[in-house]
């Protein structure tokens, strides 16, 4: 079982994908998949390579994984210890771009079905939901996969995402949900002229400065339980012409809002429209994410039960770290638990995780997919 998911995962790793490229990581596994009655069915758009692998079932109810073959790009390849695509294994550790982010977290599940299937247990209906577009713009990706889904009322009755959910051991943590995300684009508008003669100009960043002191001062009140608060950064300014003596006409900044399920995108719409009515300036808004929770129930208690029967670990549920897919399908009503390998070293050059972990998921989702019931 150990050597299947490592395995798999250095074959992974040596097709490179950086996003939205999927490198040939999904025909791959539908080698793997097929031979265990898998069925893949294309949902590609944009560009981008969406698969839906499914096996009808024994029992009821249908259970689905959702992940991506797409990485982030490497960095400085130099930099790197070993080739970042190469797969290679070195003192019990497995190293290359995606190790932990995500296809290692792939093939440890697609191991657990193998040894199930080789088996002949009786399992529900398994899906897996594989996109290359998870670390880009996230436009044509796993949302495509859903509508597929929702259309021929083919949706899961829950899902697990495979992002690098845990922290120190495999299982201490699990994402039962995610903030949501709003970023804003403040233009500054001004007049510009010679520092000499301010009364002729008038400086877009003096009207910049104190406006985004006031969006970064403002209250987002109490989070919700199990959430962390709404963050507000300002992650970019820029002004100027890059002259001493030149008064900027213009000025650009960017924010970055992780909201809590206490807040929605009206409310800091208008927050930061309220604090900027005495500017002239432009504001653009994206939601570009929405926020999520699965509430606690059955299929909480059941991931959490795996793991502590494989691990003894008393799993956190969590709501921590950025966005991933899983608000695609929690967006359609399905309960979402991410668990996955560590994350210690994602998106970071030198990219690794130990081949001890690879043994651990395998058996956890093995756990999982034998006592899934609806």
């Known amino acids: 079982m150990s050597e299947i998911a490592t395995n798999i995962a250095v074959k992974l790793i040596q097709r490179a994908?950086?996003?939205?490229?999927?490198?040939?990581?999904?025909?791959?596994?539908?080698?793997?998949?097929?031979?265990?009655?898998?069925?893949?069915?294309?949902?590609?758009?944009?560009g981008v390579t969406n698969s839906i692998y499914v096996r009808p079932g024994e029992l009821k109810g249908t259970l689905a994984y959702a992940g991506h073959?797409?990485?982030?790009?490497?960095g400085p390849v130099e930099q790197w210890p070993h080739p970042p695509f190469a797969g290679t294994i070195e003192n019990g550790l497995l190293h290359g771009r995606g190790a932990q982010d995500m296809k290692a977290g792939i093939a440890c599940w697609i191991a657990a079905v193998a040894d199930l299937c080789g088996e002949y247990t009786p399992l529900p209906t398994i899906q897996l939901l594989i996109t290359s577009d998870e670390e880009g713009d996230s436009i044509d990706g796993t949302i495509r996969i859903v509508e597929q889904l929702q259309e021929n009322d083919n949706l899961p009755d829950a899902v697990i995402v495979g992002e690098p959910s845990s922290f120190k051991h495999v299982g201490d943590t699990i994402r039962r949900g995610r903030r949501g995300v709003v970023q804003v684009k403040a233009s500054f508008h001004g007049k510009q002229g010679h520092s000499a003669y301010p009364q002729d100009a008038d400086n877009a960043i003096h009207h910049a400065a104190p406006a985004l002191a006031s969006i970064a001062a403002i209250d987002w009140g109490i989070p919700i339980d199990g959430f962390p608060p709404t963050s507000c950064q300002i992650t970019n300014v820029n002004g100027g012409t890059g002259a001493t003596n030149v008064i900027p006409g213009s000025c650009e900044a960017l924010i970055d809002i992780r909201y809590n399920p206490g807040n929605n995108f009206n409310g800091i719409k208008s927050a930061i429209e309220t604090v900027c009515a005495d500017c002239d300036v432009t504001l653009e808004f994206d939601h570009s994410a929405i926020a999520f929770s699965t509430p606690?129930?059955?299929?909480?208690?059941?991931?959490?039960?795996?793991?502590?029967?494989?691990?003894?670990?008393?799993?956190?549920?969590?709501?921590?770290?950025?966005?991933?897919?899983?608000?695609?399908?929690?967006?359609?009503?399905?309960?979402?638990?991410?668990?996955?390998?560590?994350?210690?070293?994602?998106?970071?050059?030198g990219e690794c995780v130990a081949v001890r972990e690879l043994v651990m998921l395998t058996k956890i989702y093995i756990d999982i997919i034998e006592n899934f019931e609806v």
Do not use: M, W
């Open 296 to 349: 606690d129930g059955p299929f909480l208690d059941l991931v959490s039960a795996g793991i502590k029967r494989v691990t003894g670990i008393n799993t956190v549920r969590d709501t921590g770290g950025g966005t991933s897919d899983g608000r695609f399908l929690a967006a359609a009503g399905v309960p979402v638990a991410e668990l996955g390998l560590t994350n210690s070293t994602i998106h970071q050059i």
């Open 17 to 46: 994908s950086v996003t939205p490229e999927d490198g040939g990581c999904q025909n791959y596994i539908e080698s793997l998949l097929a031979p265990l009655g898998f069925v893949r069915t294309s949902v590609d758009a944009g």
């Open 69 to 74: 073959t797409d990485v982030v790009p490497t």
